[in-house]
């Protein structure tokens, strides 16, 4: 049995019926959304593009590009989750990041979104070193790694500087909040993550060994080392202590850490984790504990703003 209706069909009567509220709270006249800044989730824009009666679009642009530099396009429903296709005053290209495993020429093209045209920035005021760090035969490389999509439109999927925004704009330098995290002494080495979809910071850290049991045994808690690790009160402790010195550093509420994986082996290069010079691989890491961080992200409680 045929269920339902197509969408041009269903749409209007729902419109009229079930949105006109949401469409009358917007002022009744909107036709157009347009979304920058940091980027929409696919059920969000998907959910704004039912219940506003409005077409719901994704920009991305920068200061550097005299703002938007690709814009999604109504009506297309399999741009949903991306920018869209390059404006039509500008030249567009991906440069491969082979440290990051992105490559510019593959099936699917990844690299660093590049960006050439009339519009761009003439360079930073008295700051020749930085202009000529990302102005390289004119083309002005963004630092945000991109994925062409079959029908031209571009996904941002990753940033090549460690500098990244969270949902709610604010601007995280994980490097240095990895610093200020690594003061902890229970804590041998920590990877903050974070990402544009969600609103805060969750990490995983390799405990040190002797402080951790130090710890269990004070606390009257037994078992091995690995399980430790898992242990709910273990974790809550190391949290505590991260938040600790977040505060006694004056770090903002949204730089702090909402949820903590122990790991009780070390990051290493066998698993692909950090580089011989012991810096960390962080598209590596992010594959490698992506159920870990997905978990953490599901059962976190959501911060207070």
Known sequence: MKKGHAHHEASPICDKIVFKKVR????????????????????????LRVVSCAHV?????????????FVSLPNEMPMLGTVGPPVPNVDVCLESVPEMGYDA????PRGEICIRGKTLFAGYYKREDLTEE??????????DIGEWQPDGSMKIIDRKKNIFKL????????????????????????WVYGNSFESFLVAVANPNQQALEQWAQEHGISGDFKSLCENPNAKEYMLGELTKIGKEKKLKGFELIKAIHLDPEPFDMERD???????????????????????????APVPKK
């Open 167 to 190: 949902s709610q704009g604010e601007y995280v330098a994980v490097e240095n909040l990895e610093n200020i995290y690594s003061l902890v002494s229970d804590i041998d080495s920590i």
């Open 105 to 108: 020429l593959s099936s699917t």
């Open 273 to 299: 984790l950090i580089t011989p010079t012991y810096k960390k691989k962080r598209p590596q890491l992010l594959k490698y504990y992506q159920n870990v961080i997905d978990n953490m992200y599901n059962s």
């Open 134 to 143: 990302v102005l390289i035969d004119g083309w002005f490389h963004t630092g």
């Open 57 to 69: 679009l994704q920009g991305y642009g920068l200061t550097e590009t005299c703002a938007g530099t």
């Open 24 to 47: 009358q709270g917007l002022g009744g006249k909107v036709r157009l959304i347009l979304s920058g800044a940091a980027p929409l989730s696919n059920h969000v824009e998907t959910f």
